[in-house]
């Protein structure tokens, strides 16, 4: 399978201004990654080539990339980050994952915590859950006022225009799945004995919420997809086909960015190692 992430990439992609139409997307992909075997072949490649690239802008050390997951319980959140982010190691990669704030969070703007934890140069940070759940279980839960939430949008279209120009490439997945799969998900964890950790009773209260969470999806990419932080819908019913899609893409957008290693600061020969 060649590597055509252009291609990929304006498929899922939703584009800055455009209805993101979520509920006529789809939450598979065959007509992109039509087989199995090929698209893990390039999940794999696409891993490696992005800790090679970690490494120049690593090297470079002048720039970032934020990676934000986005998606309901069960689809594929920690995989994603296991399946194209492997390669790279402890070293370059720093995930941050956002539950429920604590006191110290709640005293401050929602904002705050989430300016803390991106990625410092050199590294690619991931966001699994992001600031991006104060319009979407904040707002379906009614945890704060209409209106608050209404400012957000913008708030955070500003925040993340901010932190490109200084520097920091942002991506954004809502990993897409469908009702059925979800069930399929949270049926596993009920019955196989190493899931069953990951059973937690308050996601059934969530799904009986389904309609209003993609609603709220709806209008968080239609009002927050930009040119400088633009959001993809996933397919994730396959996790191979949502492996190879956001490897892809996050490869293409390193590609993109070009991180340079250094010249050397010496001429060749000026030392000898004896
Ligand atoms: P996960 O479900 O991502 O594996 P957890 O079981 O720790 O991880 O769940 C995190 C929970 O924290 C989710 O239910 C999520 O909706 C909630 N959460 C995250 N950010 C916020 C927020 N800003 N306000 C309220 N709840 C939040």
């Known amino acids: ?9 304006s498929a899922l992609r939703v584009e800055p201004g455009k209805p ?16 199995k075997r090929e698209g893990e072949a390039l999940a794999k490649a696409n891993a490696k080539a992005i800790d090679r690239l970690q490494d120049a802008l690593w090297a470079e050390g002048s720039r970032a990339l934020l990676v934000v997951l986005q998606g309901i319980d069960t ?7 296991r399946g194209v982010f492997n390669e790279c190691g402890p070293l370059g990669v720093n995930v941050t994952a956002f539950g429920t704030p604590n006191e110290q969070e709640l005293a401050h703007d929602y904002l705050w915590r989430v300016h803390k934890a991106v ?31 209404e400012q957000r949008y913008a708030q955070i279209n500003a925040f993340e225009r901010h932190l490109s120009e200084n520097g920091t490439t942002i991506l954004k997945f809502m990993l897409h799945i469908s009702k059925d ?18 059973f937690n009773p308050g996601d059934l209260e969530d799904r009986k919420l389904w309609t209003q969470f993609a609603n709220a999806y709806e209008t968080m990419l239609d009002r927050c997809s930009t040119e400088h932080a633009p959001w993809h819908v996933i397919p994730s019913d396959r996790k191979w086909q949502r492996n190879a899609a956001i490897s892809s893409i996050v490869r293409g957008a390193l ?7 250094p010249k050397a600061r010496w001429k060749p020969g000026e030392f000898i190692i004896e």
Not at 181 to 198: F, G, I, M, T
Request: proline share 5%.
């Open 75 to 81: 689809s594929g959140k920690d995989g994603t980050v």
């Open 1 to 9: 399978m060649t590597f055509e992430w252009k291609t990929i990439d």
């Open 181 to 198: 799969e979800q069930r399929k998900r949270l049926q596993a964890r009920l019955e196989e004995p190493d899931k069953h950790w990951k």
């Open 119 to 149: 990625p410092r140069k050199g590294l690619i940070g991931i966001f699994n859950r992001s600031h991006y759940e104060d319009v979407l279980v904040v707002k379906v839960r009614g945890l704060v006022p209409a209106d608050v939430i």
């Open 255 to 261: 590609e993109t960015m070009m991180p340079l290693y």
């Open 20 to 35: 993101s139409k979520l509920s006529k997307r789809d939450t598979a992909c065959d007509n992109l990654f039509a087989d």
